[in-house]
């Protein structure tokens, strides 16, 4: 594979800010210094982003997914959007187009892989085969070796794509203020990828990242406060006042979800199996953590220092996977949505298809003879279930439920709690 993340760095592995708080280690010097030759690469590029960002506001504000769906959520605002779903379709397939011309023969352990069902090849006529095929082929040649999460281009063509989903195309010909200010090659293979992704993948796509939506937000809506107040209290700082924009997409990063901040955004791969059900709800909320663990991150390296010590590998993201788990694993025991919903992706996809009006209501009920893979009196947390700390992260499981649990519990505090993991490392 191109660019593996290195093993340690599971999922979304760091978020831009604590890949620059240089917490995530070795392997991740070469990102910040790809990241600041990029800074300056595209500063141009970003210029004209800002000139251009000036339209957005008077074109109409969009409607979340979930907001046509269920009115306004708390804590986040889901989407499922054309652009950035082409977006990560195109980089998806060129990557696998590069892996197949140059398999990784290294030997190395692999890093986290896509686990998404393989797609059935659309049946596409020559033109629009060979439209698909170029605009494949500018991802291959210009993108597809680049991270998701650690390319600064790449970050800021995500956040542009998805501020322009209610846009036709890219380049203001019909609506002035559809022009996203991409360069010119890359906004051409983006239209003219758009009526063959429109035709073919994206009803799909936008069937399984609604269905994603109508399952996991019942939960948001009786959870998400509740959740987003203890997360905040537990690190000891403030939940973003602003909600967090999700998009949800077929695909998404190897890890299957990610988060960039400045501004703070999630992108969540609908297809992947380690997001359904209720674990959704858990993924959720593990990336958003991501924008408020820097106090973690801070006391780690303050115990780390006063000891002489080196800061260990990703302590603070398998803390933020194990206190977010914790977090959770109680509160899907006792919830209503999920105890009475048992909501099935099915049955919700089924009631979202036939109407962009959606009540929660309605898609409970349709769907609470069904049952789901996840019993929630038996869930499992995202780093059990997948492993996690079988790879690299052995000792932290081991100090996080000795001296971090008993803070979750009440019975010690958080400068404690953290100087006895760092001191027993
Ligand atoms: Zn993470």
Same mark, same amino acid.
């Given at each position: 594979m191109i660019a593996r993340l290195s093993p !340690? /760095? #599971?999922? &979304?592995?760091? /978020?831009f800010a604590t890949r620059r708080a240089n917490l995530?280690?070795?392997?991740v010097g070469g990102t910040i210094v790809r990241f600041a030759m990029l800074r300056r690469a595209h500063t141009r590029f970003l210029f004209v982003l800002l000139i251009l960002a000036?339209?957005?506001? +008077?074109?109409a504000k969009a409607s979340s997914q979930s907001e046509l769906a269920y009115g306004p959520l708390p804590v986040f605002e889901l989407h499922s959007g054309f652009w950035v779903n082409l977006h990560h379709t195109l980089y998806h397939q060129a990557r696998l187009r590069k892996d197949a011309a140059s398999p990784d023969?290294? $030997?190395?352990?692999?890093g986290p892989a896509l686990k998404t069902p393989a797609e059935t090849k659309p049946a596409y006529t020559a033109a629009e085969q060979k439209a698909w095929d170029d605009a494949v082929s500018y991802y291959a040649a !210009? +993108? *597809? *070796?680049? &991270?998701?999460? @650690?390319?600064s281009e790449l970050v800021e063509l995500k956040n542009q794509l998805s501020d322009f #989903? =209610?846009? =036709? #195309?890219?380049? $203001?010909?019909?609506?002035? @203020?559809? =022009? *996203?200010?991409?360069?010119p090659k890359l906004a051409q293979a983006l239209e003219a990828a758009a009526p063959v992704y429109r035709a073919h993948l994206w009803p799909d796509h936008d069937r399984a990242n609604r269905r994603w939506i109508l399952r996991v937000a019942p939960l948001v809506i009786e959870q998400g406060v509740g959740l987003s107040e203890r997360l905040a209290d537990i690190y000891e700082t403030h939940w973003p006042r602003q909600k967090i924009r999700v998009d949800v997409a077929a695909y998404a990063n190897l890890a299957g979800a990610y988060t960039t901040l400045d501004p703070q955004r999630v992108t969540i791969a /609908?297809? &992947? /199996?380690? !997001?359904? =059900? *209720?674990e959704a709800l858990e993924v959720l909320f593990h990336e958003a953590s991501h924008g408020i663990a820097e106090p973690v991150q801070d006391a780690i390296i303050r115990e780390c220092r006063q000891r002489d010590k080196a800061i260990p590998r990703d302590l603070w993201h398998a803390l933020i996977f194990y206190t977010t788990g914790e977090v959770i694993r109680p509160v899907l025991a006792s919830s209503d949505a999920t105890a009475?919903?048992?909501?099935d992706l099915r049955s919700a996809a089924s009631t979202s298809e036939s109407s962009s009006t959606t009540t929660f209501g309605s898609s409970a009920t349709s769907s609470r003879e069904n049952t789901r893979s996840t019993s929630a009196a038996g869930y499992t947390p995202y780093a059990l279930r997948e492993g996690l700390y079988e790879r $690299?992260?052995?000792n932290y499981l081991d100090v996080l439920q000795r001296f971090w649990q008993p803070y979750l519990d009440g019975r010690a505090t958080f400068s404690d709690a953290i100087a006895r993991m760092v001191s027993s490392l």
């Amino acid at each position: 594979m191109i660019a593996r993340l290195s093993p !340690n /760095s #599971e999922l &979304d592995s760091c /978020s831009f800010a604590t890949r620059r708080a240089n917490l995530c280690s070795a392997g991740v010097g070469g990102t910040i210094v790809r990241f600041a030759m990029l800074r300056r690469a595209h500063t141009r590029f970003l210029f004209v982003l800002l000139i251009l960002a000036l339209f957005v506001p +008077l074109r109409a504000k969009a409607s979340s997914q979930s907001e046509l769906a269920y009115g306004p959520l708390p804590v986040f605002e889901l989407h499922s959007g054309f652009w950035v779903n082409l977006h990560h379709t195109l980089y998806h397939q060129a990557r696998l187009r590069k892996d197949a011309a140059s398999p990784d023969k290294t $030997g190395k352990t692999p890093g986290p892989a896509l686990k998404t069902p393989a797609e059935t090849k659309p049946a596409y006529t020559a033109a629009e085969q060979k439209a698909w095929d170029d605009a494949v082929s500018y991802y291959a040649a !210009n +993108l *597809a *070796a680049k &991270d998701l999460l @650690f390319s600064s281009e790449l970050v800021e063509l995500k956040n542009q794509l998805s501020d322009f #989903e =209610d846009c =036709d #195309e890219l380049t $203001g010909k019909t609506k002035k @203020f559809c =022009d *996203a200010g991409l360069p010119p090659k890359l906004a051409q293979a983006l239209e003219a990828a758009a009526p063959v992704y429109r035709a073919h993948l994206w009803p799909d796509h936008d069937r399984a990242n609604r269905r994603w939506i109508l399952r996991v937000a019942p939960l948001v809506i009786e959870q998400g406060v509740g959740l987003s107040e203890r997360l905040a209290d537990i690190y000891e700082t403030h939940w973003p006042r602003q909600k967090i924009r999700v998009d949800v997409a077929a695909y998404a990063n190897l890890a299957g979800a990610y988060t960039t901040l400045d501004p703070q955004r999630v992108t969540i791969a /609908s297809l &992947d /199996s380690r !997001n359904q =059900d *209720a674990e959704a709800l858990e993924v959720l909320f593990h990336e958003a953590s991501h924008g408020i663990a820097e106090p973690v991150q801070d006391a780690i390296i303050r115990e780390c220092r006063q000891r002489d010590k080196a800061i260990p590998r990703d302590l603070w993201h398998a803390l933020i996977f194990y206190t977010t788990g914790e977090v959770i694993r109680p509160v899907l025991a006792s919830s209503d949505a999920t105890a009475a919903g048992k909501l099935d992706l099915r049955s919700a996809a089924s009631t979202s298809e036939s109407s962009s009006t959606t009540t929660f209501g309605s898609s409970a009920t349709s769907s609470r003879e069904n049952t789901r893979s996840t019993s929630a009196a038996g869930y499992t947390p995202y780093a059990l279930r997948e492993g996690l700390y079988e790879r $690299g992260w052995k000792n932290y499981l081991d100090v996080l439920q000795r001296f971090w649990q008993p803070y979750l519990d009440g019975r010690a505090t958080f400068s404690d709690a953290i100087a006895r993991m760092v001191s027993s490392l």
